[in-house]
């Protein structure tokens, strides 16, 4: 049987530091990125030493890498499980994101970010980002097959890229752009599925 841990206050941590040190890496790799991020800090913010850090996590990059299998594990399974939405609804569902607060600094997805700052295409958390990005790309193309559209594949592809761009302008400018990526997502769905036939 381990030891109960004990934070830097001498208190008792008990169970759940790798789950601290999750939620960590999510809150500290989002505001200032994974490069900036060193495991000092991460252990700090977690409340557990880096003896307990490196007992979840051979390292950082392990971290990273889980970090990013558990960000979206059901390839946003919140708009693509949807049943009150149609298949064409769920396409553009996929660009309605929360509003954040005016002072809030808008998030970079974190699968881009992870490819931006890990330049090893070897690296494990690139490929969980390069299997995000095309998990999503299917995801897209099967909806956009039920939704009827003429080349889902095609249409699938759109999307995701209209998603990704849509993503790093809204970073880059710290401003939404998703409504103008929804408006021109809505025309791309209008164009690829052929309108009904009949009066």
Do not use: W
């Amino acid at each position: 049987m381990t030891e109960v841990e004990k934070g830097p206050q001498g208190r008792r941590r008990g169970r759940g530091a790798r789950e601290r040190i999750l939620g960590a890496s999510q809150q500290l790799f989002r505001e200032q990125g994974i490069n900036r991020t060193g495991m000092d800090q991460l252990c700090a913010v977690a409340q557990v030493s880096k003896r307990t850090a490196y007992q979840h996590f051979n390292g950082k990059d392990e971290l990273v890498t889980e970090y990013l299998r558990r960000f979206d594990p059901e390839v946003m399974a919140g708009v693509f499980d949807r049943t009150d939405l149609t298949p064409r609804e769920q396409l553009l569902a996929v660009f309605e994101l929360p509003a954040r607060g005016r002072q809030e600094p808008t998030p970079l997805c974190p699968y881009i970010e992870a490819a931006v700052e890990i330049h090893d295409p070897e690296h494990p958390a690139s490929q969980v980002a390069r299997d995000y990005k095309l998990a999503l790309a299917a995801r897209l193309t099967d909806t956009a097959r039920e939704a009827g559209a003429t080349n889902p594949e095609e249409l699938g592809e759109q999307l995701a890229l209209l998603l990704d761009g849509a993503s790093a302008r809204t970073r880059v400018l710290n401003s939404e752009c998703f409504p103008t990526a929804g408006a021109i997502a809505a025309v791309l769905i209008d164009n690829a599925i052929p309108a009904p036939t009949g009066a």
